[in-house]
């Protein structure tokens, strides 16, 4: 007997540096699991197909549906971005779909775009994950990281989102610019949640607008001595509260708040927030996107209701 | 008869990478110029004295001001920062003087702070040096570049002022991101004041808070296929954008409005103003430089008035 015989589907988030794959039965249940380091960046636009069937060897030939960069003009084949006001109905009917040499049924999941100035590929998926267990969810859907994303959802529809590089500036100012002398490493940073100087940085960043803020940092240093560790939960501070601060001056930040993170991440972006009065409940990024996976899994009938 | 018998004064512009000398006479009519790359930077902490005195060797043992970073903890001779608001009098009281074992007068110029959060070195010479022309001057002194100011100046008085990282931003983002996929070398950009892109970056970062602008030039490239080189504009035009919204929200550009700095740089800001519905007159850096640097030695007695 085959193993696994009561899979159903396998559902696939492929992103830039990570392709994670879950074997899955009628009712959505996890049968097994498998990661491999060949994300879109390192396959350079070949070798998908390979890099997923070796990987999934041994499950059976049942469906494959996918998100993230996976999509992409890079990724195995382009799904084309949805523009927003977006549903589930309306990404469930752009799914771009294929069936490989095998035999095996493949669905990609496309990003949303706004207008010409703001693209996801990966996030959408994560926010029909909320939205599959809370339906009627109305307000704003923060996914911080690399390429932090605030999206504002109404009754199950995208309405809008902006995008900041977060993650991205905060390395680039702590490990290259002149700040870097300022503070210590990056790499070895902690949990911020709860330093007062992360606080200070979000407070700053409040009151003054974000382009301004950054120098503050080797200021600290040359006129007050901070040091290299406190600076760091500063810079942290600054980046992050820039990024509320100019989120919510656009009102994005409005009605009902979740974060979709994890860890250290997710508490240093709950801490920023309550400096700005809001709070935001917390909801774990890859139960999200294997729960928006699923979700239009069955909306497609590749699942049971 | 030894050389240049009217010298009265070196003026030294002595910056992180550039030591620049200036031999004047009693008018402030300079008779000779060297320069070096021998700045603060590359000697690191050591060899001041050996590097200033090797490059006027040949020139007359008369007093020398200097202003930069020659005044900071890795300069020759620290010269504290003065808080603001400073006037001349309050800078040239400040000095920080010294006799070498030659048996040369030196002055070093101080920076100014804004209580623990901003400071400036060398800038301060340069406002100086506006107000050796223009000694009634109210408004804005705008110098722009890889750490840009912008000073509140008041009747002969720095007032206050903000830090911009602009220029090293710039360059990360063009270098180093996620973005350097999406625009041409930054280290070949011509003259944007006429680009269309740039203006388009410009009037971007006018209506939308500068964190939520930088991913728009990904964006531009995915979506509506623009061009590396035109996408470098578009960046130029975020940053330089972002730094004049930030300052105007800030209230800091009030008055009449100077930008101290010359060619393309000057002619962007110029254009990025304009975008703003504002104007200013440009002054050129190095003479500014100069022209600070006699004013504070008349200050002191070491030139004519």
Redesign the interface.
């Known amino acids: 007997m085959p193993a696994f015989p009561s899979a159903k589907l396998i559902a696939v988030d492929w992103g830039t540096t990570r392709l994670r794959a879950r074997l899955v039965d009628g009712a959505g249940v996890v049968l097994a699991e498998a990661v491999s380091d060949r994300g879109i960046g390192p396959l350079n636009g070949a070798g998908h197909e390979d890099a997923f069937e070796s990987l999934v060897a041994t499950w059976p030939l049942v469906p494959a549906i996918m998100t993230g960069m996976v999509g992409s ?1 890079q990724g195995w084949r382009e799904a084309a ?1 949805v523009p927003c006001p977006a549903d589930v109905a309306g990404i469930g009917g752009a799914l771009t779909r294929f069936t490989t040499a095998k035999g095996r049924a493949v669905a990609i999941i496309p990003g949303l ?1 706004v207008g ?4 996801m590929r990966g996030e959408e998926t994560q926010i029909i994950g909320l939205m599959d267990a809370e339906a009627s969810f109305s307000g704003t859907v923060i996914m911080p990281g690399t ?1 932090s994303k605030w999206a504002r959802v109404e009754g199950g529809t995208t309405i809008d989102f ?5 993650g ?2 905060f390395a ?2 702590a490990k ?3 700040l870097r002398h300022s503070v210590s490493d990056a790499d070895a940073m902690g949990d911020v949640s709860s330093s007062a100087d992360f606080r200070a940085g979000v407070e700053y960043a409040r009151a ?5 803020t ?3 940092v ?3 240093q ?3 001595g901070t040091t290299p560790e406190a600076n760091l939960d500063y810079l942290s501070g600054l980046v992050i509260g ?2 509320i ?3 919510t ?2 009102d994005l930040a409005r009605g009902s708040l979740r974060i979709i993170a994890a860890g250290p991440l997710a508490r240093a972006y709950g801490a920023a927030l309550s400096v700005f009065g809001l709070s935001a409940e917390v909801r774990d990024g890859d139960a999200m996107a294997l729960a928006g996976l699923r979700h239009v899994a069955r909306a497609v009938g590749w699942l049971g209701a």
């Open positions: 003009r971005y775009r010409d100035v703001n693209v390429h902006a995008s900041f590089m977060s991205e500036l680039l100012l290259h610019s002149l003054v607008p974000f382009a301004a950054l120098f503050t080797r200021v600290r040359l006129l007050t820039g990024e601060a100019s989120a001056a656009m």
